[in-house]
């Protein structure tokens, strides 16, 4: 019996790392071929060697090349949306779980069902009408056409729903009758035992902002409003022949999406965790 244990934890160990080996063999062909010169990126590409990873000659010319062109203004605008739609995101769809999962109200469970039916419905099928409708109120071309979109999040309701059902009614009771309103018992009772929730919510908006591609891209056209994305979409079609400075911005804005990821990640596996579970 120890012997199949044995075997079976040895088994499961190759698995995971044969596919972390896969998944991550392409973010670090990408960070090693930043170091390199345009003449030497592909010349191991067609043999599998250490070569393929290893440069021949290090370079950090490819990020000077970066640093002096329009990423890092980007990056400061990725930076200002997804924290501004982090704070204000937080904010109101813990405000409308709270409300969900404690007040009894009409049409409450239709309600929760058009929270659900939100995050199930494909953003692309509604990005014409919403589109027109940031035209409409004149804030096209503009960070906050980024912000404002994103804010409402039907998976972070959700989430803060879930966790606000479970909190113990005697507490709220407890703080109810020590007159405590609504608001005090939301800010002082539920938002501080909820933390896992807000850090795994938190992860979800900046990466989820951060990585946005297609929004952007619909609804920005000046240079002073490019997100980090879109700068790296805009300088590979100007420099088509230019590798090693794309794979140097890639692997920036990488890095910034992968840190937060790394420090966050056990509460946001323990919020989704306790979300499935309760």
Same mark, same amino acid.
């Given at each position: ?14 698995? &995971? ?20 010169? %345009? ?7 067609? +043999? ?11 370079? *950090?010319? %490819? ?6 062109? #329009? ?18 995101? +937080? ?17 409450? $469970? ?19 009408? &919403? ?25 972070? +309701?959700? &989430?803060?729903? +879930? ?7 005697? &507490?709220?009771?407890?703080?109810? *009758? #020590? ?12 938002? =501080?035992?909820?933390? =896992?929730? *807000? ?23 000046? =240079? ?9 979409? $805009? ?5 088509? %022949? ?10 920036? *804005? ?25």
């Amino acid at each position: 019996m120890r012997r199949r244990n044995w075997l079976l934890f040895v088994a499961r160990g190759l698995s &995971l790392l044969t596919v972390a080996a896969v998944m991550l063999f392409p973010l670090v062909w990408m960070a090693m071929t930043s170091f390199r010169a %345009n003449s030497e990126v592909f010349r191991h590409a067609s +043999v599998l060697s250490w070569h393929s990873f290893i440069p021949e000659a290090w370079t *950090v010319q %490819n990020y000077a090349k970066v640093f002096r062109g #329009d990423l890092p203004r980007a990056m400061a605008n990725s930076g200002i949306v997804a924290a501004a739609t982090l704070v204000l995101g +937080v904010l109101f769809n813990s405000l409308a779980g709270f409300a969900l999962a404690l007040f009894e109200f009409p049409l409450r $469970r239709l309600a929760f069902a058009l929270v659900i039916v939100s995050f199930l419905m494909p953003f692309e099928a509604i990005v014409l009408p &919403l589109h027109a409708v940031v035209r409409a109120i004149g804030l096209n071309d503009t960070l906050w056409a980024l912000i404002l979109v994103e804010v409402g999040n039907g998976v972070i +309701v959700f &989430l803060f729903v +879930v966790f606000f059902r479970n909190l113990p009614r005697e &507490l709220i009771e407890a703080a109810r *009758v #020590d007159g405590a309103g609504w608001l005090t018992i939301y800010a002082r009772i539920a938002m =501080p035992l909820s933390l =896992p929730t *807000v850090a795994g919510a938190s992860l979800v908006m900046f990466v989820h902002q951060w990585e946005a591609f297609f929004w952007p891209l619909v609804v920005i056209s000046s =240079p002073e409003n490019v997100v980090a994305q879109l700068s790296i979409a $805009r300088s590979a079609a100007a420099e088509a %022949n230019d590798w090693g400075a794309m794979m140097a911005g890639t692997t920036l *804005v990488t890095v910034v999406a992968v840190l937060p990821f790394l420090a966050l990640q056990r509460h946001y596996v323990a919020s989704v965790a306790g979300a499935g579970l309760k």
